[in-house]
Every structure is written in structure tokens, then in C-alpha cells.
T-cell receptor, first 116, second 114 residues
């Protein structure tokens, strides 16, 4: 069975601080895909990134960066110089290419609050 | 990536009734999925909507309660049957092609059962 753990239920920081959201995953498959989504108060899910299990390169996109470490089964997400507009619930998700469900397994989400 | 139109965006329904949610994709996609997000919770996969065959349901979800149709590669419906207040949730459609699936979600249907 696969599992995604986001241990941080809620994080509150002051604007301009850096913040890291943790994601730990479990899967027995050697090929899998990891995702991060943002869900603002309006409710829609906004895709942020996809990473496959063979690509351990870290990625940076503007103020966002992701650290993928297979050795610790983690795929952490860092926001640099946070802004109020970053306030949302962030979900980490996993899809394995092996047998079983093809859909995504989501973590419980981290509610990020950026205070002005 | 595909663009998904989902409707209705929200509804308030009486218990015991049924609601059908529509998901329209602007391009042909291999895979379509339905998720449920209960209040304050994460997303849970309900089923994979298979084109031309019966949907594949996850543990805890059954066809009688959540019948799904997928008549072609761009459209699917989810029906929530015999609703109770416990069915109050956001229902989301997701679609994609090949390894790229999971990119796109519909805007969701916010269902309240009274």
C-alpha cells in the first residue's frame, strides 16, 4: 500500500519568511510520481510540480523550490520570501506506476498561513 | 494540459435525492478520476472512470452509491445517490493522458445535503 504523510497540519509565518513543507511517502514500486498541489480558499486545486522517481534533481521555480531525496523518501517544498498570497492548503500526492489504483494518493495537507 | 469544466459548481440537496455531476474535458484524455474531499479533509479517490466499461471503485466506494458513466474520451458523470448529510463534500474530477495524468483537476462541486 502507498502512503503520503504531511506531518505539519498547520504552519503560520510572517510575510517574507522562508517556509518548508514536509512530505514523506511510502511505496513499494520503483517507478512512481510525486506531486504538489495548492488549494487556495476558493477551493480549486492548482498543480505546482510533478517529479518522477528517476529524477532526483532539485527544482526551483521562482520563489518555490523542491527537494526530492529518495534515501529518506521525502519530497519537501520550500517557499522563499513568503507572501500573503501563498496562504493556502498544500497537498503532496503520490502515484505509483505499479499495480493497484492508478489515481493519486494524497497527504492530509498542510495549511499554510502567511501573516502580513 | 487539459482544461476541465465541472458542473454544477455547488448545490444544496435534500436527503434521499440524487445529484449528477458532469465533467467535460477540452481534449481527449486517457484517464479520468473522481475524488471526494470531505470538509477540512484531504482528497480521497472514489473511482477511475473507464471509457466503454464499468468504473473501477476504490475500497469503501460502491457503484450503487456512486454510479459513474464515461461515454467517450472527453466526458464523465458521477452520481451521488440517495444522499445523506454525510455526503456533504467537494467532489472533484481529474483527467490526464499517459504519464501526465494528475496534472489537471476540475474546479469541484461543493455539495451540501440537508
Amino acid at each position: 500500500a502507498q502512503k503520503v504523510t504531511q506531518a505539519q497540519t498547520e504552519i503560520s509565518v510572517v510575510e517574507k519568511e522562508d517556509v518548508t513543507l514536509d512530505c514523506v511517502y511510502e511505496t513499494r514500486d520503483t517507478t512512481y510520481y510525486l506531486f504538489w498541489y495548492k488549494q487556495p480558499p476558493s477551493g480549486e486545486l492548482v498543480f505546482l510540480i510533478r517529479r518522477n522517481s528517476f529524477d532526483e534533481q532539485n527544482e526551483i521555480s521562482g520563489r518555490y523550490s523542491w527537494n526530492f531525496q529518495k534515501s529518506t523518501s521525502s519530497f519537501n517544498f520550500t517557499i522563499t520570501a513568503s507572501q500573503v498570497v501563498d496562504s493556502a492548503v498544500y497537498f503532496c500526492a503520490l502515484r505509483s506506476s505499479g499495480g493497484g489504483a492508478d489515481g493519486l494518493t494524497f497527504g492530509k495537507g498542510t495549511h499554510l498561513i502567511i501573516q502580513p | 494540459s487539459a482544461v476541465i469544466s465541472q458542473k454544477p459548481s455547488r448545490d444544496i440537496c435534500q436527503r434521499g435525492t440524487s445529484l449528477t455531476i458532469q465533467c467535460q474535458v477540452d481534449s481527449q484524455v486517457t484517464m479520468m478520476f473522481w475524488y471526494r474531499q470531505q470538509p477540512g479533509q484531504s482528497l480521497t479517490l472514489i473511482a477511475t472512470a473507464n471509457q466503454g466499461s464499468e468504473a473501477t471503485y476504490e475500497s469503501g466506494f460502491v457503484i450503487d452509491k456512486f454510479p459513474i458513466s464515461r461515454p467517450n474520451l472527453t466526458f464523465s458523470t458521477l452520481t451521488v445517490s440517495n444522499m445523506s448529510p454525510e455526503d456533504s463534500s467537494i467532489y472533484l474530477c481529474s483527467a490526464g493522458t499517459g504519464q501526465l495524468y494528475g496534472y489537471t483537476f476540475g474546479s469541484g462541486t461543493r455539495l451540501t445535503v440537508v
